[in-house]
């Protein structure tokens, strides 16, 4: 190990994420979904957990675990909530495989 100097002003027992999560938080995906490189994906309505800060620097952003998905991803403040999604109209359910009844 070695030793970093800081001053302790700059030292904290909380971790400041975007939204004003934490680490661990539970929250539901809001927004209008992505895959990204690797495959990993969040879609509405889908519910994971905050895992840290964004790691790619955006400071509106948090780290979320999806099940399913291999690594972490990021996702903006705006797009989370700690709340489930809204209902769709008509009780559909997102994903879901439906027919056209019209003509």
Same mark, same amino acid.
């Given at each position: 190990t070695s030793w970093v100097d800081c001053e302790?002003? $700059?030292l904290s027992h909380?971790?400041?994420?975007?939204? #004003?999560?934490?680490? @661990?938080?539970?929250?539901?995906f809001i927004g209008g979904g992505f895959v990204?490189?690797? @495959?990993?994906?969040?879609?509405? #309505?889908? $519910?994971g957990s905050v895992t840290? *800060?964004?790691r790619n @620097?955006?400071?509106d952003a948090v780290s979320m675990s999806? =099940? #399913?998905? $291999? @690594?972490?991803?990021?996702?903006r403040?705006?797009?989370l909530?700690?709340? *489930?999604? *809204? =209902?769709? *109209?008509g009780g559909f359910i997102l994903g879901e495989h439906l027919y056209f009844t019209g003509e």
């Open positions: 302790l002003a $700059r909380e971790l400041s994420l975007a939204g #004003g999560f934490r680490v @661990g938080e539970e929250l539901y990204d490189e690797q @495959g990993d994906k969040a879609v509405f #309505g889908c $519910r840290g *800060p964004a @620097g955006d400071a999806f =099940s #399913g998905n $291999r @690594g972490d991803v990021h996702c403040a705006e797009e909530s700690r709340e *489930p999604a *809204p =209902s769709l *109209p």
